[in-house]
Nanobody, 114 residues
Framework: QVQLVESGGGLVQPGGSLRLSCAAS????????MYWYRQAPGNERELVAG???????NYADSVKGRFTISRDNAKNTVYMQMNSLKPEDTAVYYC????????WGKGTLVTVSS
């Protein structure tokens, strides 16, 4: 059974930082491309960042230079370091694993507000 559990969300002031984590189980993590998506109220879910099993990364233009995705295959965990946060980064952040099919976590809420 595949399970993805996100953590690390919370309330942060504009300009602040957070690090999200997504712990995976039930998959061969080192073979799996991992993604972070987000969905703000009233908006569609959008891709934020992805990382291949080889460590290649890609980012949405809106987060380039501020967010960094990384993975620790020994811990079956993918991370996203988010710096210089803006109010428009407020959303529920979801982890996705592409392992034959797509698997999703339940999300973690990030709120950027003063």
């Amino acid at each position: 059974q595949v399970q993805l559990v996100e953590s690390g969300g919370g309330l942060v002031q504009p300009g602040g930082s957070l690090r999200l984590s997504c712990a995976a189980s039930g998959i061969i993590f080192s073979y799996t491309t991992m993604y972070w998506y987000r969905q703000a109220p009233g908006n569609e879910r959008e891709l934020v960042a992805g990382i291949t099993r080889g460590g290649s990364t890609n980012y949405a233009d809106s987060v380039k230079g501020r967010f960094t995705i990384s993975r620790d295959n020994a811990k079956n965990t993918v991370y996203m370091q988010m710096n210089s946060l803006k109010p428009e980064d407020t959303a529920v952040y979801y982890c996705k694993a592409r392992y034959g099919m797509d698997y999703w976590g339940k999300g973690t809420l990030v709120t950027v507000s003063s």
